[in-house]
């Protein structure tokens, strides 16, 4: 599978942005879905991900009640919706696919989403003060 990600830009503090992941392949409604952020001399976060049907979801804590991921299985895509950003928000997106439907959506939210096995280019989200 190829995942690209977009939607990444430069926005104020208290602003919106909408970032989107597009995969390949014909068997993505199969798929848990992850987003992961990383800040300059940070390590990777594992922000987001939502399971194959989209009824589950998983936020880390710190963009509880700001951030929401959604999919669309029609269009291969899956969202980040980033609302009320934060300077502190600003990081390298990625998105990452499980491609191993054996693996269950809770153990992708235990695992820190280190089942997530294949990742996309990154998009760069800066958020100005």
């Known amino acids: 599978v190829q995942l690209q990600a977009s939607g990444g830009g430069l926005v104020q503090a208290g602003g919106s942005l909408r970032l989107s992941c597009a995969a390949s392949?014909?068997?993505?409604?199969?798929?848990?879905m992850g987003w992961f952020r990383q800040a300059p001399g940070k390590e990777r976060e594992f922000v987001a991900a939502?399971?194959?049907?989209?009824?589950?979801?998983y936020y880390t804590d710190s963009v509880k009640g700001r951030f929401t991921i959604s999919r669309d299985n029609t269009k291969n895509t899956v969202y980040l919706q980033m609302n009320s950003l934060k300077p502190e928000d600003t990081a390298v997106y990625f998105c990452a696919a499980g491609t191993n439907p054996k693996i269950a959506f809770s153990h992708v939210v235990a695992g820190a989403g280190g089942p997530l096995d294949a990742w996309g280019q990154g998009t760069l989200v800066t958020v100005s003060s």
């Open positions: 392949g014909r068997t993505f409604s199969t798929y848990t």
């Open positions: 939502i399971s194959w049907s989209g009824v589950s979801t």
